[in-house]
């Protein structure tokens, strides 16, 4: 299922590829990621909860998956 994770607190490439790690360790996939839109869009079928826990373990806060 498509998801799009709103994310704050990315500031640069370097936190854009970090996001990407995380999201590809779960094994989602069709993943972008943009800095300056502030989110991330990917296929997964974890839960929002589940995205809202891995994004906000590596550091950056998740305001909404739709």
Known sequence: MAKKI???GMMC???VA???EALEGIGAANIEV???GK???CD???TN???KALIEDEGYDVTDII
């Open 34 to 36: 943009s800095l300056d």
């Open 6 to 8: 709103m994310i704050e």
């Open 39 to 41: 989110y991330a869009v």
């Open 44 to 46: 997964t079928d974890k």
């Open 49 to 51: 909860d589940e995205l």
């Open 18 to 20: 970090h996001v990407k």
């Open 13 to 15: 490439e370097h936190c």
